[in-house]
């Protein structure tokens, strides 16, 4: 028989999985939806809502903390879900104000979503189960990548410009799969008869947090999450609508964002699955899954360069006009989304690890200043991304992806000294 905490990291994946098959779908494909609308009242920008979003998201992390203190993680899922779902339901029938409107809102949410997120886990998990609760957890989620890009995929190939009534059945379906990924966090189970008390450190969320920082090699784990930040921003906005404005695809543009959604999507679970359920609690595999992560998102970003148009992410109309080095492939081009699907969760997973291992006690704030640095460098990047040939965003991503490996390493080597000192 399952144990409640088992029961509650699966069900949290499944409503993680529920929430974002609609919110990472939406965000794979809304700039190319913008731009196929044709309404004179409508002025929005895919990217800047995205940016909008993790822009909010960033400084929301400041209340984050006091939030999911006050009215606990289950509630604050459950709000936040609703938030998310307000989201998606302004495609069916779009307008500037409402676009840019629930664009603040989900900003909000998310912040309140991804925090509690990390609470929960948290504390349904210890030391012996934390890598395998992260691994699965992450499997679920990212699950999400698959069924709504497939559905894209079906109802846009062959397609140049996406219809009124294709858009609108999209997202109407889109909605209701939040709106049952909302309602499952009512059935989380509570672990305690009590609610837990925040340490004063955690109650006074990101205004304690440098003294937490000062004591925790807080710049290298910094650098890490900005990487992580420019690399989420590529492959969740960017990178699709790079693939759908590619001329040399044709008619087959459109329907292989979802595609690529898709091939995000397995190398999320494939990551998830070899190093987070199947990696013990070992430091030096940390270190190992961190650097493949590294390597794969290089190559990844080298085949991107040679293949994609440099113009891909600037096009305000439809195709590109730019001329890669290579001639575009439908296979390599599938290749680098996996491959950046694979690089992301060998990041993330071990990310999430050593955040559960150090921060225990403190996984509230600890989870806060993860998501509050994570958004603010992906919010500049969704910003930048519509003005910055490709050409100079992998360049940018590449630097910090060293950067931000190397500081993995600083990080972990200065908690073996912490618990040699310990010991």
Known sequence: MVDRRTFNVVLLGVGFLFIFTAFT??????QTVVKSLRNDSFSGSGFFSLGIIYGVFSFSNLLAPTVVTIIGPKITMFLSGILYSGYIG??????????????????????????????????????STINRNTGMFWALLQCSMLFGNLYIYFDWRGRTEIPDSSRKSIFLCLLVTSILGTLSFLVLRNIRHEEEMLSEEEGQALLSSPTMYKQRANTAVQDTKSELSLELSFYSGVYG??????????????????????????GEIVGGGLFGLLCKNSRFRRTSVVFLGMVVHFIAFYLIFLSIPNDASMVFETTSKSIPYLTPSVSIAMLCSFLLGLGDSCFNTQLYSILGHVYAEQSTAAFAIFKFIQSVFAAVAFFYSAYLLLMWQLLMMVILGFTGTLSFFVVERLQNISVELEE
């Open 241 to 266: 609508t790079c693939i759908g404005a590619t001329t040399q695809f044709g008619e087959a543009a459109k329907g292989l964002i979802g595609i690529s959604g898709i091939m995000v999507g397995i």
């Open 25 to 30: 779908t939406c965000g794979n494909v809304e």
């Open 90 to 127: 302004v495609f069916i029938s779009p307008s500037t104000w409402s676009f840019y409107l629930t664009s603040i809102l989900i900003g909000i949410g998310a912040a309140m979503l991804w925090t509690a997120q990390g609470h929960f886990l948290v504390e349904n998990s210890d030391a």
